[in-house]
């Protein structure tokens, strides 16, 4: 009898640990152990919103495993995050690490609201409050967070304030940071450059010619710009890209940098 279809990311990633655990004929006890989160926090993050009101957002953060080292994942800003979302992007955290043999666990957080209808302050007391709530359960040899979806440098930079208040300054406890405040050069494009060179050694693998390729790419955020933006240097032809607010489509090529100039405008 064939498994049930998943229902949500995190069902559908735990029947792709499955199948990968199958090939590895891996027993039911060490599939229940790198299965399950070490630890899951979700927390109310109250926000006195800037028209007076009083709004109770909820945050989360899923640590999955600290094997291998200190867990590491992003904190997503958007209207769909839920625990479901969360607990499989903290269990992907820990595959990803693992694969490519960095010394470091996996986890994920987030908060349920949408920044793009909130001001700079609105954002700013609400990334505060969460730490406030939640910081304990970060260090550099515990749990380091990182820029994600609907989050930036400057909530990094916010984030290792608000730690350091209570906790004393600890630069090493966000990645993604401003490089004024110790970031690394290169950190704002580094997934989409890898997204690339994913792309572009696939296409070596099945001994396909960049130059050949026509490419469409689904989010045109920072990772989706930098890739597009590093394909087309590699000689593919970017002819559609997407996001939230539509899709553009050209046979002939989009072009990339216009594209990226209006995006951020």
């Known amino acids: ?24 004929d891996l027993d039911e006890d060490m599939r229940l152990v790198l299965k399950t989160p070490f630890r ?3 927390v109310e993050v109250p926000v006195r919103m800037d028209s007076g009101r009083l709004e109770v957002f909820i945050g989360y953060r899923v640590q999955h495993s600290g094997a291998r080292g200190p867990m590491k994942g992003g904190l997503r800003y958007h209207p769909e995050v839920d625990f479901d979302e969360v607990r499989s992007l903290a269990s ?11 010394p470091f666990g996996g986890a994920k957080g987030g908060i349920t609201c949408d920044p793009t209808q909130m001001s700079d302050a609105e954002v700013e007391h609400l990334t505060r409050r ?13 749990d380091i967070p990182a820029p994600d979806v609907g989050t930036n440098a400057q909530i990094m930079a916010w984030i290792m304030d608000q730690y350091g208040a209570s906790y004393g300054h600890t ?6 940071k401003p490089i004024a405040l110790g970031g690394s050069p290169g950190r704002e494009a580094a997934t989409g450059r890898g997204v690339s060179i994913i792309a572009i050694e696939a296409a070596e693998e099945f ?16 990772v989706g710009s930098f890739t597009a933006r590093f394909i087309q240097e590699q000689g593919a032809r970017v002819v559609a ?4 607010s539509g899709a553009l489509f050209d046979a002939a090529g989009l072009d990339v940098p216009a594209l990226i100039e209006h995006a951020a405008s």
């Open 40 to 42: 899951e926090l979700k």
């Open 171 to 176: 630069p090493g406890i966000v990645t993604g």
């Open 207 to 222: 001994g396909i010619d960049m130059k050949d390729c026509r490419v469409a790419i689904q989010g045109f955020g920072n």
């Open 1 to 24: 009898m064939s498994a049930p279809e998943p229902t949500n990311s995190y069902e559908n990633t735990n029947q792709l640990f499955d199948n990968a655990a199958d090939l590895l």
């Open 241 to 244: 890209v997407s996001d939230a």
């Open 130 to 142: 969460f730490i406030s709530r939640i910081g304990f359960a970060f260090g550099i040899q515990r």
């Open 92 to 102: 992907l955290m820990t595959w990803k690490t693992a694969l490519v043999n960095i």
